[in-house]
């Protein structure tokens, strides 16, 4: 009996031991979930600057690019010494002149047939683009210029922009927004037919939009 008493004495103390280490465990545990929580703070807070700096760095890009406007369907026929006059001279059959000494810079770009323009006043370069559809009424004039028959003047984006762009786009094809639209420097966004324009500076806020955790895995997936 005596020993039967013992053996229930050490099982007891043997319960207690562990019931110690469990509770020590479980403190250990309650520490790092705490410290997990603090990580994801952390990394949330450091993840939000990172999309902040990038934002910066893609508004600046494209702010550079104010003054510039992009002509696709410049023929490699026209020779680089005949540019820029024969830019002014297509440019100008919007009904707005614009001469050499109007432009700051004009050449081709690597994508084919495309030159970049830059103005030396916004003013002026705004005004030529709000023109733009007079060319399509332009096609004679154009051929004797040397051109081809259609001559189209889009907004210069920067990379980034070209990029976010495009994922928009991709995104009206596969029907997963209302439309997109770039203007002033910035894309805009309707993801539903009556829900109101969404201004796109980054990926995450495309990703915000459709609540998607990425936007090119997600172009993968429904293209």
Not at 60 to 89: F, G, W
Not at 214 to 221: F, G, M, V
Request: contains cysteine; positive net charge.
């Amino acid at each position: 009996m005596k020993a039967s008493h013992e053996e229930l004495v050490d099982q007891c103390l043997a319960l207690s031991n562990i019931g110690e280490r469990i509770d020590k465990m479980m403190t250990k545990i309650d520490m790092l979930e705490a410290s997990l929580s603090i990580s994801k703070n952390v990394n949330s807070l450091l993840m939000e600057r990172i999309i902040n700096l990038e934002k910066s760095v893609i508004n600046n890009s494209q702010y550079l690019r104010k003054e510039c406007l992009e002509l696709n369907a410049i023929p490699d026929t026209v020779e680089d010494n005949a540019l820029e006059k024969t830019v002014c001279e297509a440019l100008s059959l919007t009904g707005t002149t614009v001469q050499p000494s109007s432009l700051e810079a004009v050449h081709r770009l690597k994508r084919p047939s495309c030159v970049i323009v830059k103005f030396k006043s916004r003013k002026l370069r705004n005004e030529v683009f709000s023109k733009k559809r007079i060319l399509m009424n332009k096609s004679k004039e154009l051929v004797n210029l040397g051109l081809n028959d259609k001559l189209y003047i889009n907004e210069s984006l920067s990379k980034e922009n070209q990029h976010l762009f495009y994922q928009c786009r991709m995104l009206k094809k596969g029907k997963k927004v209302h439309d997109t639209w770039f203007a002033n420097g910035v894309i805009n966004m309707i993801y539903g037919v009556n829900d109101s324009i969404t201004k796109i500076y980054h990926s995450s806020d495309i990703e915000r939009v459709l609540n998607i955790a990425n936007i090119d895995e997600y172009l993968k997936s429904i293209m």
